[in-house]
């Protein structure tokens, strides 16, 4: 069976050495390799389903959309380097889904100088959303409002000794906060607040600091096998805390890293369940997915799928033979974009926020159930 990471790996190797034959040009860096590979290559796989069915049918106004797609295996160094090859060198017409919240900020410069919209970036930093980024184009909603509502749930059943780990980064900071606001709603404060080092956590001092207060949730805001590593350290010292995590790691890799230490953690979601035959958006992907032989879908995979159809529009809306510029105003011009079940998209000159929508899954039987 094909899946969709396995897809978007071939796709990114095929890519690197294409670009002089594309007519759209479309660049994103990401970590295709590293401690967010999974999740990565799981929304490069949902944006295919899009791009390439758009491709099949005669491209846009008669243009193939060629995504080129760098590696940046997670670092923000080389993710700037990227954009620059990508944007300078290759001179691409929009940028795609980068991946991390510093990696966004550290090519947002890029973008400002050489006026490229960046579509969809895969983290949902309340910094790219206020003060307005004036080239930065947002599909999914922020972490501030998935960390609240996290906070919210376990409050609201009873919880009251809840630890917040959280890495070191912008991304984390931003997270944390909008964790805070949550505590402050509900008139309470955190048992703890343990920070993290991004790329080399050290669990020997986090998790005693966890234990300390006998935690009975925790809510863990870091990447990748930054949460399943702290995770299993967690549970191997005999903690059996109700652990959140965000959606950037509703990913079906996020889920087989964790093996059985994933019964029972909860992941906030930014899209409907890829379960939902029935919502529109999801059915319109699956439909895709069974055409090239995939049977299953992951949220993550969702928000690829999603992103690519804001791009696609964006694209239309530019006409033919596009400018960077009119893509820029094309996206602004979008109001009310349905991509499905209600799912609407609307950008303006002052608001480049993309969805609201918050929900809540938990992992049982190695599936995300709603």
Same mark, same amino acid.
């Given at each position: 069976?094909?899946?969709?990471?396995?897809?978007?790996?071939?796709?990114?190797?095929?890519?690197?050495?294409?670009?002089?034959?594309?007519?759209?040009?479309?660049?994103? $860096?990401? !970590?295709?390799?590293?401690? *967010?590979? &999974? /999740? #990565? +290559?799981? $929304?490069? !796989?949902?944006?295919?389903? *899009?791009? &390439? /069915? #758009? +491709?099949?049918?005669? !491209?846009?106004?008669?243009?193939?959309?060629?995504?080129?797609?760098?590696?940046? !295996?997670?670092?923000?160094?080389?993710?700037?380097?990227?954009?620059?090859?990508?944007?300078?060198?290759?001179?691409?017409?929009?940028?795609?889904?980068?991946?991390?919240?510093?990696?966004?900020?550290?090519?947002?410069?890029?973008?400002?100088?050489?006026?490229?919209?960046?579509?969809?970036?895969?983290?949902?930093?309340?910094?790219?959303?206020?003060?307005?980024?004036?080239?930065?184009?947002?599909?999914?909603?922020?972490?501030?409002?998935?960390?609240?509502?996290?906070?919210?749930?376990?409050?609201?059943?009873?919880?009251?000794?809840?630890?917040?780990?959280?890495?070191?980064?912008?991304?984390?900071?931003?997270?944390?906060?909008?964790?805070?606001?949550?505590?402050?709603?509900?008139?309470?404060?955190?048992?703890?607040?343990?920070?993290?080092?991004?790329?080399?956590?050290?669990?020997?001092?986090?998790?005693?600091?966890?234990?300390?207060?006998?935690?009975?949730?925790?809510?863990?805001?870091?990447?990748?096998?930054?949460?399943?590593?702290?995770?299993?350290?967690l549970r191997k010292a005999g903690s059996a805390a109700q652990v959140v995590t965000l959606s950037n790691n509703a990913s079906g890799g996020f889920i087989k890293e964790l093996g059985t230490d994933g019964r029972g953690?909860?992941?906030?979601?930014?899209?409907?369940?890829?379960?939902?035959?029935?919502?529109?958006?999801?059915?319109?992907?699956?439909?895709?997915?069974?055409?090239?032989?995939?049977?299953?879908?992951?949220p993550v995979a969702l928000e690829g799928f999603a992103s690519a159809k804001v791009l696609v529009e964006a694209l239309k809306r530019a006409g033919p033979k596009p400018t960077r510029a009119r893509v820029v105003a094309?996206?602004?011009?979008?109001?009310?974009?349905?991509?499905?079940?209600?799912?609407?998209?609307?950008?303006?000159?002052?608001?480049?926020?993309?969805?609201?929508?918050?929900?809540?899954?938990?992992?049982?039987?190695?599936?995300?159930?709603?």
């Amino acid at each position: 069976m094909t899946d969709l990471r396995s897809l978007c790996i071939v796709a990114a190797l095929a890519t690197a050495s294409l670009g002089a034959s594309a007519q759209l040009l479309i660049g994103q $860096t990401a !970590g295709i390799s590293g401690p *967010v590979a &999974d /999740s #990565v +290559n799981e $929304t490069i !796989g949902g944006a295919k389903l *899009v791009i &390439d /069915s #758009v +491709n099949a049918q005669g !491209g846009i106004y008669g243009e193939q959309i060629e995504v080129i797609r760098m590696d940046d !295996g997670f670092d923000v160094k080389r993710a700037a380097d990227n954009a620059r090859v990508l944007i300078e060198d290759r001179k691409v017409l929009a940028f795609f889904m980068s991946r991390g919240t510093p990696h966004t900020q550290a090519i947002i410069p890029l973008l400002d100088k050489n006026g490229v919209a960046l579509i969809g970036p895969s983290t949902g930093a309340m910094v790219l959303h206020k003060p307005l980024q004036k080239y930065v184009f947002n599909v999914r909603p922020t972490y501030q409002r998935e960390a609240e509502k996290a906070v919210q749930h376990l409050t609201t059943v009873g919880i009251d000794r809840i630890a917040v780990v959280h890495v070191t980064d912008s991304f984390g900071l931003d997270a944390l906060e909008g964790a805070m606001n949550g505590f402050k709603k509900a008139k309470t404060q955190p048992a703890v607040v343990v920070p993290s080092d991004r790329s080399k956590p050290n669990y020997a001092e986090i998790v005693p600091k966890l234990t300390a207060v006998n935690a009975q949730a925790v809510i863990w805001l870091g990447s990748g096998t930054a949460v399943t590593d702290g995770i299993k350290a967690l549970r191997k010292a005999g903690s059996a805390a109700q652990v959140v995590t965000l959606s950037n790691n509703a990913s079906g890799g996020f889920i087989k890293e964790l093996g059985t230490d994933g019964r029972g953690v909860i992941v906030t979601q930014v899209f409907p369940s890829a379960r939902s035959i029935a919502h529109p958006m999801v059915a319109e992907a699956l439909a895709l997915a069974r055409a090239k032989g995939i049977t299953e879908m992951s949220p993550v995979a969702l928000e690829g799928f999603a992103s690519a159809k804001v791009l696609v529009e964006a694209l239309k809306r530019a006409g033919p033979k596009p400018t960077r510029a009119r893509v820029v105003a094309a996206l602004e011009s979008i109001n009310g974009l349905d991509l499905g079940g209600g799912m609407d998209v609307s950008y303006s000159p002052q608001d480049h926020s993309g969805l609201e929508f918050a929900d809540l899954s938990i992992i049982s039987d190695g599936k995300f159930r709603r």
